[in-house]
């Protein structure tokens, strides 16, 4: 992990920029915009609260409902987005083409979990809430906590708000664990866990290798969330996130007083990526997953003393030491493509209930991931890996896109 002030350096320099600050929208601005101006705007957040003020701010004809699903560390690797040739996304791929607009440029308002779901949820850039890491929660901050969030908005506005999965960042509070539920009428905690074949893991952490103790390395160290993947013990329909889109799917089928927001958290492919062998069975075992990327490229990047910048990250090492490149990309796909069957099951849901022709449905991925590019995994950085994020919104009767 890139350390704190790294990244923020990297946000000062790259992202702010790119994300120009005079392009920030508050939700309770309602701004009309025909389809083709929403496509041509590239600023997710603008984007997205655009979409959603409308739906808030509707008075005239019945409000539609909102289906919010948000996919943690969902890079591009998504068929539709093209980052990776080999990427099996059938799920997303069908609502891509039942009318939701692509949206190929969207970045995150910062590239990690805390500052770009604080971003989308409280409508304010991290350079005006000061949200710039996991470990601030956005609850201290005075600028959100005189707004409300985006749940919390639309309760105030006629919605009826539910949720189940990561939404808000987490975070330990005085009075337990904040993990948003106050933000919505009402809250329902995640069910099942993901536990691991044992016998079949690999983990640099622990230095396992197919449930086997790897050769020696220096590269073994603790560094956030453990880097591991294997298939879970658990068949699909027992795991955590395919639990959750489950009950999505039957909440749809209920009749709502109000019309609803309701948010959704999938937590694949967030590490580890622990998922049914099902998922890992789409990709080849012996196939080539690792994408192009140069070994010297960090050479060119000094401070100003002329050192180099940034070294070879260590899960980039210990899976280079042990012939792991392809592996751990394939096991990101087969994460990746679980967090897509679970959409599918949610979608499916909202096919077969009352609520189809009048629903908005927002997916996105909080944003990006390395997987090697740059000898650097996971995220926190200011290149494109870390901040492209996917981003599709269906708006029922949209017929231009
Ligand atoms: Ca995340
Ligand atoms: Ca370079």
Redesign the pocket.
Known sequence: MVKQSTWTEFYEITLHQRLRVDTIFEYRRSIPLSSKVMRSLKPTLTVLTIALGLAASNGQSAKPNVLFIAV??LNDWVSVFGGHPKAVTPHIDRFAESGAVVFQNAHCAGP??GP?RSAMLSGFMPSRSGIYGNSNNMRDAALVNEHATLPEYFSKNGYYSLSMGKIFHKHDAAQGRDEGQWAFDRHEATKGGSPVDKTRFTSRIQNIIEGRPGPPSEHTGAIGTEFAWGPTIDRKEETKDYRTAQWAAQQLQESYEKPFFMAIGISRP?LPFYVPQEFFDLYDPKGEYMPPYKPDDLEDILTPSGKQKFKAHTDYLWLKQNDLLDEAARAYLAASSYADACLGVIFEGLKRSPHYDNTIVVVWG??GWHLGEKLKYR?GTGWSESTRIPLLVRLPDMTDR
């Open positions: 943690d560390d990690v979990c770009s967030h909080d944003h995220k």
